[in-house]
């Protein structure tokens, strides 16, 4: 049977509001198990790092979404490695490279497919801001230069980096979101507005923008269901991260509390599971 997997990223555990320091790790990890998570998102670069994390999150049953940021072809081999060796669910690349020309782009998007054919664990391209795919028209093309690329979809960055207007959207961007959810096997979730990567879901101001991202979700959701197998688990990772990305106050502190709205995002994540 298919499964929801909804998983909680390390980094939205920084910073928290109210709090003078950070969580430790293994507090932090903790925290997101007792909540009910199915597990964490975090960086797998440095083993140094990935191992204790590794041994944390088996204690308590958790899963990983590893995370790297590779500036070449090669620099990706090495994410891979660590993510076979300590389990992770999936790699997620932020393609911290910048080509000028298309041709380059796809030169490195179809390197790292060769390197990702070598792995167990699945290795997807997450829709950003900043990097070889930081613009959505552009992500099209790269799709159809590149048929056996997976996508992670966080789709707050596209919204804020095209000032897509307040929905409803004209057909043709809804066309376009969706052309991107097809090809998308993982989620970042976290909601934007034209002008800003992350909006409180809390406000009432920010409502429909919430609404027209439990839309794509449970678009997506529904997409994926039905293009994988009957046992594949689809994962959802609540990444409200720290300023600033969150919007603070003239003290520097949060507007909300983000630890509390991860979980309500994570409830909205199992209604869209639902829905689809």
Known sequence: MQKLLVFQSLWGMEQLKGRTSDLSPAAAIEAVAAAGFDGITHHFEDAAAVAPLAALRAAHGLGAEGQCFPTSIEALKPAVELANRYGAHHLTIQADVRPRTFSESVR???????IAEQSAVPVYLETHRGRLNSDMLVMLDLLAAVPNLRLLADLSHYVVAREFPLPPLPGEIETQVQTILNRSWAAHGRVASPGQVQVEISFPQHQPMLAQFRAWWTYLMR??????????QFCFTCELGPKPYAISGPGGQDQTDRWSEAQHLRGIARQCWDAA
Not at 223 to 232: F, I, L, Q, T, V
């Open 223 to 232: 997409s994926w269901k039905a293009r994988a197998g009957e046992d594949e």
């Open 108 to 114: 490195i998007l179809e390197g790292w497919l060769r």
